[in-house]
C-alpha cells in the first residue's frame, strides 16, 4: 500500500490542533476541537483505504481488485453525521451557558475541588478492625442447628444457661435465636407491626 505523506501529515496536524484545543476552557475552543479531530478520522479512514481504484460499476470484463473498496467511504458518511450531531450538541451547549451567565468558560466546581484535596486514606473506613468490636456476646448456634456453643456461657444447664451482655445477663437461648435468620424473640403483628 502506497501511503501519501501529504494526508498523514495534514491528519497529524489536526489530530495535534484538536486535542490541544480540547484542553481549554473554552467550551467555543472545545467545539472546535472536536470539529478538527472528527475532519483527522475522516482522512485517517480515506488513508486506510488504499489506492484510489474504479468507480463499483459491474463489467464483466473489469478484474473485482481493481474496484474501488466502498467501506472507508460509507465509515466517513457515518462519521460525518456523528460529528454533526456532535457539533449541534455543543453548541446547544453553548448558547445556552451563554444566555445563563454571559460567559463560554467552565468554571472549577467547588464540590470536586473539595474531592481532590481529600487525601485518599481515609482513618475511620481504612484503619485495621479488631476482631471483636461488638458490645453483644458471641453465642453461636451448635453444630447441630439447635444447641448452644459453650463459650461464653456459665456453667448451667442449657435450658436455663445465661451469657454476660454488657453489664446484665440474657439467656442464652435467646441469644443463640438471634444469629438465626429472622428474629425468634418478636411475635410479628398485621401489617410489618409488631405485638
Known sequence: ???NLTLLTVMG??????????????LT???LGLMLLANATNLLILATGGYAGLAPMFSKDTDPRDY??????????????ISFAVTA??????Y????????????????DIRVAETPSFDAEDDSEVPVETSEFPLTMIGSDGRGISDSGVSDESPEHATVKAGDHSIRAK?????EQPGSQNVAPGPEGGVK
Open 96 to 111: 445556552r451557558s451563554w444566555v445563563l451567565a454571559r460567559q463560554d468558560e467552565i468554571q472549577d466546581d467547588v464540590e
Open 1 to 3: 500500500m502506497n501511503v
Open 13 to 26: 496536524a489536526l489530530y495535534a490542533c484538536g486535542i490541544y484545543l480540547i484542553m481549554e476552557r473554552s
Open 68 to 81: 474501488n473498496d466502498p467501506l472507508p467511504q460509507a465509515l466517513i458518511l457515518t462519521s460525518i453525521v
Open 89 to 94: 450538541f455543543m453548541l446547544g451547549i453553548i
Open 29 to 31: 475552543r472545545v467545539l
Open 174 to 178: 435467646d441469644a443463640a435465636a438471634e
